[in-house]
């Protein structure tokens, strides 16, 4: 059978031990192309149990008076879809900064089987270091991708996954 890649990113109420997710987004691929199925792209908010403080609502744009009549992510319907999609052996999550996102997870109860960590990749291909910044935002602009996306939106950050990992897949192959 062939790998599945999840194009996954988490908006939080921060990014301390104590935050959780209020806003996930994944979208499917196969491994062999990498090309995300705009039809596969899934994106909701959810409740914390915590309020979402300023200063990430500064970040993600996303307020509390937006996830009021919301639920919980591990009420919902698609938790037991994510659960089972991401602790699928033959998916392999692709995310930025996957330690936050995958921290993000566990707490939901929710741990991925495989996982690919596209500023760990990022970093490490750049052997010449010709890239001064890793984050998602500054490597969509220096590799001049025109991509139509809201930056720390976890829609957006998947459609900027989705055109990053595949270049990242293609240099690492070379």
């Known amino acids: 059978m062939s790998k599945t ?3 996954l990113d988490t908006e939080t109420t921060g990014n301390t031990p104590e935050d ?7 979208g499917t691929a196969p491994f062999e192309t990498g090309i995300m199925d705009s039809e596969s792209i899934f994106c909701e908010l959810y409740k914390p ?5 300023p200063e990430a609502s500064a970040v993600t744009h996303i307020t ?3 996830v009021a009549d919301k ?19 033959d998916t392999i999550m692709v995310a930025h900064n996957a330690k936050f996102d995958v ?6 109860g929710i741990t991925p089987s495989n996982v690919i960590c596209t500023l760990r990749l990022a970093r490490h291909l750049d ?9 998602l935002q500054y ?8 991509i139509d996306a809201q930056a720390h939106d976890a829609k957006g950050d998947i459609l900027v996954l989705a055109e990053l990992f595949p270049r990242l897949k293609k240099k690492l192959i070379k």
């Open 49 to 53: 149990h915590k309020k979402i403080p």
């Open 103 to 108: 921290g993000m997870l566990v707490k939901e």
């Open 5 to 7: 890649l999840v194009y």
């Open 127 to 135: 052997k010449e270091n010709k890239i001064p910044r890793y984050n």
């Open 64 to 66: 509390n008076k937006m």
């Open 71 to 89: 639920i919980a992510f591990k009420d919902s319907p698609e938790y037991i879809t994510v659960k089972t999609l991401l602790e699928n052996p």
């Open 139 to 146: 490597l969509r602009y220096f590799l001049e991708m025109e």
């Open 20 to 26: 959780v997710l209020c806003q996930i987004a994944y």
